[in-house]
């Protein structure tokens, strides 16, 4: 990701993984608006079976996994190939040499963080004045931080080292959660209110948690295992950077890597459940599982097999994710589609309506995305 909030002419100058950019075009379509269109299909067809779909489009209500709890964790995880397909390593250099890089990963930072509080309150009441309540946390500022310790991993460690550190987060908040008794309640508890997650939220973050439950779902301790996913995507792009496999060769061992951590994953959930708002260690490897399980799909079907038409869709909004998904809480994206289309949609049958509003909505944003593609405007963090 580059350096500058603005429209700026991408000039590759080395090949770039397709499959990557359309992963994230694909992960970033559902939070555009996609999610709803197993409701609406649901609503048109009657098929009981787009019900099953459609709830797979909602977050777990506390432990659990669904489709939608993905779409985080496999962002933090693409970020992370990113890192991994050029892992550069600093600090032989001199710190001269260093220096526009570390400014650089201090400014995306700072930049996401604030992104993160202004997208916190995009269409609510407005950003209070009062600085004891914004909300602080975000998905952009947990982004951020993983992205930025996983960063100063590559730069700094050799594998062997980002290996080790990856398992000693994995253990070692495993055991926070297991064993560190929370002052006033006891150590083992995964609730809401009584999870070392909330005794930390409420005595050391800032601000006011998500919808003032107990805990922050993108609090401060929750964030550390969060560098894991983008670690476990560092792995990936250094892999998949290898030459001594073939293609296909990667596609399997992708996929065998998949399989193995949704194996771990699933057999810790009775001693440490898989949950999403507590980012527990069984969560990492399960969502880590899926995010490999997906990347080798989509490298085997666009870069292997060279099917590139049909990543393309998404590649145009993977070009711009980070963009989009800020405007996804700034602009009111179905009020512009209706303004647009609003008498089309009417004028359909009743049952067509909700569907068609949703295409709508997804295809403004949608050419929106395909013109700045076109005219190469990457606004990137």
């Not at 005794?199 to 779902?217: A, C, E, M, R, T």
């Not at 699933?266 to 599982?289: C, E, Q, R």
Request: proline share 4%; hydrophobic share 55%.
């Amino acid at each position: 990701m580059t350096e500058k909030i603005a429209a700026v002419t991408e000039t590759a100058n080395k090949p770039r993984l397709m499959s990557l950019d359309a992963l994230r075009g694909f992960d970033m379509f559902w939070i555009l608006g996609g999610e709803a269109l197993f409701a609406a299909l649901l609503l048109l067809t009657t098929w009981s079976g787009w019900r099953w779909f459609d709830g797979q489009m909602h977050h777990s209500s506390w432990h659990g996994f669904t489709f939608y709890d993905l779409i985080f964790p496999l962002f933090i995880f693409l970020s992370g190939v990113a890192l991994g397909l050029s892992p550069k390593r600093l600090d032989k250099l001199a710190f001269a040499e260093r220096l526009p890089k570390y400014k650089h990963a201090v400014k995306r930072l700072a930049l996401l963080l604030f992104f993160g509080v202004l997208y916190n309150h995009g269409w609510g009441t407005g950003m209070p004045v009062a600085l004891d309540e914004i909300r602080y946390a975000s998905v952009l500022g947990r982004i951020a931080f993983a992205w930025f310790f996983a960063a100063m991993l590559v730069w700094h460690t050799g594998l062997r080292t980002q290996i080790y550190v990856a398992v000693a987060i994995l253990l070692g908040y495993a055991m926070v959660q297991l064993w560190l008794p929370v002052p006033g309640g006891s150590a083992g508890d995964f609730s809401a209110a009584g999870s070392i997650n909330a005794w930390v939220d409420n005595h050391f973050l800032p601000g006011i948690s998500y919808q003032h439950k107990p805990y922050d779902p993108e609090g401060l301790l929750s964030t550390l295992p969060a560098v894991v996913n983008a670690l476990a995507g560092v792995f990936v792009g250094r892999f998949l950077q290898q030459q001594s496999f073939s293609a296909w060769g990667r596609v399997g061992l992708l996929c065998l890597a998949g399989l193995v951590c949704l194996g771990l994953g699933w057999l810790l959930n009775p001693l440490i459940p898989v949950n999403k708002d507590l980012w527990t260690s069984s969560f990492v490897l399960v969502s880590s599982g899926w995010s490999l399980l997906l990347l080798a799909l989509f490298y085997a079907v666009i870069d292997v097999l060279g099917l590139r038409w049909l990543g393309f869709p998404f590649v145009v909004i993977g070009c711009n994710a980070i963009i989009i998904y800020l405007a996804s809480s700034l602009v009111q994206w179905r009020y512009s589609s209706e303004s647009l289309l609003g008498g089309f949609i009417n004028s359909a049958p009743e049952n067509w309506q909700p569907l068609l509003g949703v295409l709508a909505m997804l295809g403004v944003q949608w050419l929106l995305l395909w013109w700045m593609y076109r005219r190469q405007l990457f606004i990137r963090v």
